[in-house]
Every structure is written in structure tokens, then in C-alpha cells.
């Protein structure tokens, strides 16, 4: 995800988004562990993505 795009939700979206992220990343780690995932790169991006909203998240609860 941009940032830009990460910046535009609300504060309940991001919540949402990262309740989602973190499910994704887990079906990843498990078909990491079994030895289906193809590429480890994307733990990577999605562990980046999750910093992301969690960091914008943060920056609005703090303004409010």
C-alpha cells in the first residue's frame, strides 16, 4: 500500500486494515511453515504494511 492511500482512511478504516493486514500476514506464516509459499519477499511487504497503518494510526489518535 502507498502511503497516500494509507493517509486518506479514517481512523476506524485503519483500524479495520490492520486487523486485516495482521489475518493475511498469519495465512502467510503458515503456508510458510508448510512450505507453499513461493515467495518469502511478501512477509516482508506485508510486515511493512502493517507498520505503515499502525504508524498513520497512531499520528491520528495522537492529533484528535
Given at each position: 500500500?502507498?502511503?497516500?492511500e494509507?493517509?486518506?482512511l ?14 493475511e ?25 502493517i ?8 499520528e491520528k489518535?495522537?492529533?484528535n
Amino acid at each position: 500500500m502507498k502511503i497516500k492511500e494509507i493517509r486518506a482512511l479514517g481512523v476506524n478504516e485503519l483500524k479495520q486494515k490492520t486487523a486485516e493486514l495482521k489475518e493475511e500476514f498469519f495465512r502467510l506464516k503458515i503456508r510458510q511453515a508448510s512450505g507453499q509459499l513461493e515467495s518469502t519477499a511478501v512477509l516482508g511487504r506485508f510486515r511493512k504494511d502493517i507498520a505503515r497503518v499502525k504508524t498513520v494510526l497512531k499520528e491520528k489518535e495522537e492529533g484528535n
